[in-house]
């Protein structure tokens, strides 16, 4: 079984100063150390958050096995993670009481080029 890659989106608020706030608050000498803790208690290796203007594509590689509805859900009930949620939620264009499962939205591929065979597919 391999490692599993999920992409989502998400928009931010269109005020430049909020941006900025926004990430201040996601440097590693600011962010809530419970907050990557439990990231990676619920089998996420890697995450990764760009941000163009104000839409922001988020990169998840997660374990084997690593169930992307069950294991986010547990994710939001883990310590300080709603309070976190409820923290950013002032940044990002989407409801306040929403966990960011139900904030970021998958993405689907539809275009990979083989490294091996240069073939393009989906």
């Excluded at 096995?65 to 547990?74: A, L």
């Excluded at 709603?82 to 923290?87: A, I, L, M, N, Q």
């Amino acid at each position: 079984e391999t490692n599993q890659r999920y992409c989502l989106t998400l928009d931010l608020q269109d005020d430049p100063a909020l941006s900025e706030d926004y990430k201040h608050w996601h440097k590693s000498e600011h962010i809530w150390p419970e907050i990557p803790d439990g990231i990676r208690s619920v089998g996420i290796q890697t995450m990764q958050i760009y941000l163009l203007g104000t839409r922001m594509f988020m990169i998840i590689e997660s374990r084997p096995g690593f169930n992307f509805e069950k294991d986010m859900e547990r994710l939001s009930t883990l310590p300080r993670q709603k309070e976190w949620e409820d923290f950013v939620s002032r940044f990002q264009k989407t409801s306040a009481d929403s966990s960011s499962s139900q904030k970021w939205k998958l993405m689907d591929k539809i275009f990979e080029l083989d490294p091996v065979t240069g073939i393009a597919y989906l």
